[in-house]
């Protein structure tokens, strides 16, 4: 009798397809063996192929991300601009005539200090996020994924938030002459004070005014997380989205019917999973950049309006749902998606080569 039979092997086509964020295990460029997830020399790796991936993207579209701001932020130089796909490059031209092309990145050194460590904890925490709420295959699901995205996103953006809003101060001033340098804005923003109610408006006023004075910080460290709730509004779907749909259309780039398509040998070990072509990498990750962006960019703009609350008006600081009732009274729905076209145009392009450089930062660095 045959005790062989019903016990073969699958072959390479009945086997699944492993993603490239396999939360179980690693497998090391040296052969099949495996490597712990939680190491410090797998979350060294992860973090600094995270780090380069974010620097990399945010180069390619940072004079898109100076014009953004100022839309989004409504900087009295360039409202006019708003609202028309030419008047972003009327803006971009008009910064590149006042400021030459150091103008369309102003700002950029902030994003790069800012950027490496948001990147690199980004990507390094969900590795380990989604190690501990994924362990096996049986727990892959979609809900587990945008967990995992949202965690890490709030978990990056939670230490490196402070280096966002002293960038997004440099990107909104335009002024040529009488440029305020870099510690000149952290020095602003921290010696910033929420505007005094006049004590000639009546008792009642001036009670509110004591309270005031006793509840809110007149200055200090909490300046450099204006605009603080928002964010983590906006970051939980934002990373959720970004993260699930990546992945998601890697899973769908990966199916058998187009594997021979999308996918090459990992040139650096022959015997790990295939790896993504670059076109295909770079389509799950735009696709990812535009549904996330999609998702969270009425709490982005609710976030740049409470970072800039100090450069503009008369320097009242506006809560998440002051800002929001303001956004909605000067321009109703379409007040919460001023800039989106550009938003499109940056993010799309930058989630693609984020992802894309990660992945094969991962393969360079044996991850």
């Given at each position: 009798?045959d005790?062989?039979?019903?016990?073969?092997k699958?072959?390479?086509?009945?086997?699944?397809?492993r993603?490239?964020f396999?939360?179980?295990?690693?497998?090391?460029?040296?052969?099949?063996?495996?490597?712990n997830?939680?190491s410090?020399?797998?979350?060294?790796?992860?973090?600094?192929a995270?780090?380069?991936?974010?620097?990399?993207?945010k180069?390619i579209?940072a004079?898109?991300?100076?014009?953004?701001?100022?839309?989004?932020?409504?900087?009295?130089?360039?409202a006019?601009y708003t609202?028309?796909w030419?008047?972003?490059?009327t803006?971009?031209?008009?910064?590149?005539r006042?400021?030459?092309?150091?103008?369309?990145?102003r700002g950029?050194?902030?994003?790069l200090?800012r950027i490496?460590?948001?990147?690199?904890?980004?990507?390094?925490?969900?590795?380990?996020?989604?190690?501990?709420?994924i362990?096996?295959?049986?727990?892959?699901?979609?809900?587990?994924?945008?967990?995992s995205?949202?965690?890490?996103?709030?978990?990056?953006?939670?230490?490196?938030?402070?280096?966002?809003?002293?960038?997004?101060?440099?990107?909104?001033?335009?002024?040529?002459?009488?440029?305020?340098s870099?510690?000149g804005?952290?020095?602003?923003?921290?010696?910033e004070?929420?505007?005094?109610?006049?004590?000639?408006?009546?008792?009642?006023s001036?009670?509110?005014?004591?309270?005031?004075?006793?509840?809110t910080?007149?200055?200090?460290?909490i300046n450099?997380y204006r605009?603080?709730?928002?964010?983590?509004?906006?970051?939980?779907?934002?990373?959720g989205m970004?993260?699930?749909?990546?992945?998601?259309a890697g899973?769908?780039?990966?199916?058998?019917?187009?594997?021979a398509?999308?996918?090459?040998?990992?040139?650096?070990?022959?015997?790990?999973p295939?790896i993504?072509k670059y076109w295909?990498?770079?389509?799950?990750?735009?696709f990812?950049?535009?549904?996330?962006?999609?998702a969270?960019?009425?709490?982005?703009?609710?976030?740049?309006?409470?970072?800039?609350?100090?450069?503009?008006?008369d320097?009242?600081r506006?809560?998440?749902?002051e800002?929001?009732?303001?956004?909605?009274?000067?321009?109703?729905?379409?007040g919460?998606?001023?800039?989106?076209?550009?938003?499109?145009c940056?993010v799309?392009?930058m989630a693609?080569v984020s992802f894309?450089?990660?992945?094969r930062?991962?393969?360079?660095?044996?991850?």
């Amino acid at each position: 009798m045959d005790f062989t039979r019903g016990q073969e092997k699958p072959s390479k086509k009945d086997q699944p397809l492993r993603s490239s964020f396999d939360s179980t295990v690693a497998v090391k460029p040296g052969g099949g063996h495996t490597q712990n997830k939680q190491s410090l020399d797998y979350v060294l790796r992860t973090g600094l192929a995270g780090g380069l991936a974010g620097c990399a993207a945010k180069t390619i579209v940072a004079p898109l991300d100076r014009v953004k701001i100022l839309f989004q932020a409504s900087n009295p130089q360039f409202a006019k601009y708003t609202g028309s796909w030419f008047g972003v490059v009327t803006a971009m031209r008009d910064i590149n005539r006042q400021s030459g092309i150091r103008g369309l990145f102003r700002g950029h050194s902030a994003t790069l200090l800012r950027i490496f460590p948001y990147a690199a904890i980004k990507f390094l925490a969900y590795e380990q996020i989604r190690h501990i709420l994924i362990p096996t295959k049986q727990y892959e699901t979609p809900l587990r994924r945008l967990f995992s995205g949202a965690l890490a996103g709030v978990t990056s953006v939670f230490f490196t938030y402070p280096l966002e809003v002293v960038r997004v101060r440099l990107a909104f001033e335009t002024k040529e002459v009488g440029r305020t340098s870099l510690r000149g804005i952290c020095a602003q923003i921290y010696h910033e004070q929420p505007s005094r109610i006049s004590s000639s408006s009546g008792s009642s006023s001036s009670a509110v005014a004591a309270t005031t004075t006793l509840t809110t910080p007149r200055s200090g460290l909490i300046n450099f997380y204006r605009g603080f709730s928002s964010t983590l509004a906006g970051m939980l779907p934002y990373a959720g989205m970004s993260f699930l749909t990546h992945d998601t259309a890697g899973d769908w780039l990966r199916l058998p019917a187009l594997a021979a398509y999308t996918t090459a040998p990992n040139p650096k070990n022959p015997k790990a999973p295939p790896i993504l072509k670059y076109w295909a990498e770079l389509l799950a990750g735009g696709f990812a950049g535009l549904v996330s962006q999609t998702a969270s960019y009425p709490f982005e703009v609710i976030r740049r309006r409470m970072q800039v609350g100090g450069a503009v008006g008369d320097g009242h600081r506006l809560g998440m749902a002051e800002t929001a009732e303001r956004v909605w009274r000067e321009r109703g729905w379409r007040g919460f998606f001023v800039g989106l076209g550009i938003g499109y145009c940056k993010v799309v392009p930058m989630a693609a080569v984020s992802f894309y450089v990660y992945e094969r930062g991962k393969v360079v660095l044996g991850v």
